[in-house]
């Protein structure tokens, strides 16, 4: 029988803000959200991509050469590629003199996942730490997380996800069987809003996340702060009501920042967000202080 793999795009160790202690965050490729402001745009398509990097391009046209579908064209002086017909990609890389490709996502099965999360188990062990499953949207793989969920608990390692809950609700009850600690994205309280920004509307990571709170599971809401879409302070309040309503007490608030700006250049991928400021910790206090006076446990 064939052995179950996923779609990983990285696995990041010693990671200190997913979670609690030193922790491994596995990284699933696949999003059925489209967020504006996404900083890991090489996350959303459940599939394997090759980012281009220009300023190492001698402009030698090998890898154009070594791609018999065609897939990789001259667009005004950059590399074009089309991943949906490109099956040759480890020729291309491999012919480039500059190394300017780089493959993003790799199939992995569990017990490969396994090997790189045991490295660090001490580590987990002395700092209250563990593995986080993030993405991407990590539910758009559920089986194979549900089964990698089981091989870290055999090891006692306290296991997190990151998620936007957006999911059916079976797939997302078996998958919160197996979870110790919700890492909730919550990017505006509106339906149309958040479908205006992330190309779905809420009501199902609304009512997902109210069923993981009846079945008393450990939530932490987190709050990308969007300049123009939710930073305004009446946003704060509403995100306070909702919260209130629906039963969660700690909220962390992400502002927004541009660290993932060069990889829609390296895909081919437009980026709505150019040119947006960025937020810094010191800019949400305010926001912040909505969210302590209303009694929640909120950090930045």
Same mark, same amino acid.
Not at 10 to 37: A, E
Not at 107 to 116: A, F, G, L, R
């Given at each position: 029988?064939?052995?179950?793999?996923?779609?990983?795009?990285?696995?990041?160790?010693?990671?200190?803000?997913?979670?609690?202690?030193?922790?491994?965050?596995?990284?699933?490729?696949?999003?059925?959200?489209?967020?504006?402001?996404?900083?890991?745009?090489?996350?959303?398509?459940?599939?394997?991509?090759?980012?281009?990097?220009?300023?190492?391009?001698?402009?030698?046209?090998?890898?154009?050469?070594?791609?018999?579908?065609?897939?990789?064209?001259?667009?005004?002086?950059?590399?074009?590629?089309?991943?949906?017909?490109?099956?040759?990609?480890?020729?291309?890389?491999?012919?480039?003199?500059?190394?300017?490709?780089?493959?993003?996502?790799?199939?992995?099965?569990?017990?490969?996942?396994?090997?790189?999360?045991?490295?660090?188990?001490?580590?987990?062990?002395?700092?209250?730490?563990? =593995?986080?499953?993030?993405?991407?949207?990590? %539910?758009?793989? *559920?089986?194979?997380?549900?089964? !990698? +969920? /089981?091989?870290?608990?055999?090891?006692?390692?306290?296991?997190?996800?990151?998620?936007?809950?957006?999911?059916?609700?079976?797939?997302?009850?078996?998958?919160?069987?197996?979870?110790?600690?919700?890492?909730?994205?919550?990017?505006?309280?509106?339906?149309?809003?958040?479908?205006?920004?992330?190309?779905?509307?809420?009501?199902?990571?609304?009512?997902?996340?109210?069923?993981?709170?009846?079945?008393?599971?450990?939530?932490?809401?987190?709050?990308? =702060?969007?300049?123009?879409?939710?930073?305004? %302070?009446?946003? *704060?309040?509403?995100?306070?009501? !909702? +919260? /209130?309503?629906?039963?969660?007490?700690?909220?962390?608030?992400?502002?927004?920042?541009?660290?993932?700006?060069?990889?829609?250049?390296?895909?081919?991928?437009?980026?709505?967000?150019?040119?947006?400021?960025?937020?810094?910790?010191?800019?949400?206090?305010?926001?912040?202080?909505?969210?302590?006076?209303?009694?929640?446990?909120?950090?930045?």
């Amino acid at each position: 029988m064939e052995e179950k793999r996923a779609i990983i795009f990285n696995i990041q160790k010693f990671s200190i803000h997913d979670g609690p202690g030193i922790r491994t965050v596995v990284f699933f490729k696949g999003c059925p959200l489209r967020c504006l402001w996404c900083a890991n745009p090489e996350s959303q398509i459940g599939k394997i991509q090759i980012s281009w990097d220009d300023t190492k391009c001698v402009e030698c046209n090998k890898c154009v050469e070594s791609c018999p579908e065609g897939s990789i064209i001259n667009v005004n002086g950059r590399k074009q590629i089309d991943t949906n017909k490109c099956e040759n990609w480890e020729t291309i890389i491999k012919e480039c003199p500059t190394k300017g490709f780089t493959v993003e996502g790799e199939y992995k099965s569990v017990d490969e996942i396994m090997q790189e999360v045991l490295k660090d188990k001490v580590f987990y062990e002395e700092s209250g730490g563990g =593995v986080t499953l993030s993405g991407g949207e990590v %539910l758009q793989q *559920a089986d194979f997380a549900i089964e !990698l +969920l /089981k091989e870290l608990k055999k090891y006692g390692i306290h296991r997190a996800a990151e998620t936007t809950g957006y999911a059916a609700p079976q797939i997302f009850e078996r998958f919160i069987e197996h979870i110790d600690l919700l890492l909730y994205d919550m990017k505006h309280y509106d339906p149309v809003k958040h479908k205006e920004a992330t190309n779905v509307d809420n009501k199902i990571t609304q009512a997902n996340m109210r069923t993981a709170v009846k079945k008393g599971k450990k939530i932490i809401a987190r709050i990308p =702060v969007i300049p123009g879409f939710n930073d305004d %302070l009446k946003d *704060a309040k509403e995100f306070c009501k !909702l +919260l /209130k309503d629906i039963g969660i007490k700690e909220v962390n608030l992400l502002p927004f920042h541009q660290m993932g700006e060069k990889k829609y250049e390296a895909l081919g991928m437009e980026y709505k967000m150019k040119g947006i400021k960025q937020l810094h910790p010191e800019d949400l206090k305010e926001y912040q202080e909505i969210f302590l006076r209303e009694e929640f446990d909120c950090k930045i």
